[in-house]
């Protein structure tokens, strides 16, 4: 037995504390919180300092939209700033059933289950669906949430090489007859841009038997005809498939959902831990959220806006020989693989008040560091050749 001595105490724990810290630093992967003191737009200040920003979610610049503000403000005087309980006490107000319906309308399934955010949705639904004995097939740069749920399951995970329809071909092959497989991946991959193949997986997961679910959190209102997400961009009708998604992103808003069939809700509803064991969102947030997916069913402009500069920020990157995705997502990285070198870019992007900052592991993998330039409605197309003229400034200098 140790002595008391030996055991770990405040001291020990210090310098376990500080040697990580000091770790981080060493490899150029220490972080820290900055302050924002505006509302979400392209023009922010940041630590007193007027910046542009480049780096938020906020795709069709809902999040500071005036019917928005105006419909959260008027719920929360009505309801009040919270919900009290979790849904299955008494936190179920009855601004869900109108956003769940709202949400299945705009996703073309049966039903949908509201979460209190993306990453609880991805963590309840994947623990719900498979456990010990079953499989799991993940796409290699699938986000953290799903990462995350899948090492919760007690499922055998296998990651398949991005994108990579014959990888995975040969994992459903050699999966065992016994027990549930389910293939995850992102719709659009929130680094990187690009699309999920999703036409070649749903048919390959039908032909095998395979669960398809779509983390759609980065496509939702974004792309699609209809702004649907990845699915609507396929031209893709979802039956079968778990659709996931966000709130927080396109939207405007807060919080995540899942949908699919009526079947597979009433499941989560009495399976998904993280929905069963939540906090209700406040009305003011289910409000503004119904608000979010009425503004892009009846306002495309935004979309159409953002396109334009989607292809404007594309062409721009071209000419200055970054290789950038052909897909028309507003997610445009700029891979430059060392740390330092993407701190040193991201630094001289800071200093001409523009905030795109150095995506580095384990957000990416190692040797993958990258800027993430991610546009918003809001943007101009002045904003986004000030970007461009810094950046051909950074690399003129032989950086």
């Not at 210090?14 to 972080?31: C, E, N, P, T, V």
């Not at 480049?54 to 005036?66: E, Q």
């Not at 936190?91 to 299945?104: I, R």
Request: charged fraction near 20%; glycine fraction near 12%.
């Amino acid at each position: 037995m140790r002595s008391v001595t030996e055991k770990t105490g405040p001291d020990s724990w210090s310098h376990f504390l500080a040697l990580s810290l000091d770790r981080l630093r060493a490899g150029g992967l220490y972080r820290r919180l900055r302050l924002i003191d505006s509302p979400v737009a392209p023009s922010v200040n940041i630590d007193g300092r007027p910046f542009l920003l480049f780096c938020s979610n906020d795709y069709l610049g809902l999040a500071n939209h005036s019917r928005m503000k105006t419909v959260a403000a008027e719920t929360a005087l009505s309801w009040g700033t919270g919900s009290g309980a979790s849904r299955l006490i008494s936190g179920n107000n009855s601004f869900y059933g109108g956003l769940e319906k709202a949400v299945a309308g705009f996703k073309g399934t049966e039903a949908a289950l509201i979460f209190s955010s993306g990453y609880a949705t991805n963590v309840g639904v994947i623990t719900s669906l498979v456990d010990r004995g079953d499989l799991i097939l993940s796409d290699a740069l699938n986000h953290a949430s799903i990462v995350d749920a899948c090492g919760l399951s007690k499922a055998r995970v296998q990651v398949y090489p991005h994108g990579d329809i014959d990888a995975l071909e040969s994992l459903l092959d050699a999966a065992p007859a016994s027990g549930k497989t389910l293939v995850v991946t992102d719709g659009v991959f929130s680094m990187t841009g690009d699309l999920a193949p999703l036409p070649e997986l749903d048919k390959i997961c039908r032909e095998y038997g395979a669960l398809l679910m779509v983390d759609d959190a980065h496509g939702t209102g974004v792309i699609g005809p209809k702004g649907g997400g990845t699915l609507d961009y396929f031209n893709m009708d979802g039956r079968g498939i778990v659709q996931m998604g966000t709130f927080s992103k396109a939207l405007g808003g807060l919080g995540g959902f899942v949908a699919g069939s009526s079947q597979l809700i009433d499941y989560l509803i009495n399976h998904a831990r993280s929905l069963i064991y939540s906090t209700a969102l406040p009305p003011a947030v289910l409000a503004s959220n119904q608000e979010g997916i009425r503004i892009i069913r009846t306002e495309p402009s935004h979309r159409q806006r953002l396109s334009s500069l989607v292809n404007h920020m594309r062409e721009g990157l071209g000419r200055l020989g970054v290789q950038v995705s052909p897909w028309p997502t507003p997610i445009l990285p700029i891979v430059l693989g060392d740390v330092e070198e993407t701190l040193s870019l991201a630094q001289h992007l800071w200093d001409k008040g523009l905030f795109v900052p150095a995506i580095r592991p384990p957000t990416v993998p190692r040797g993958e560091s990258c800027l993430r330039i991610s546009l918003s409605a809001l943007h101009t197309p002045a904003d986004l050749d000030r970007l461009l003229a810094a950046l051909e400034a950074h690399y003129k200098k032989g950086s």
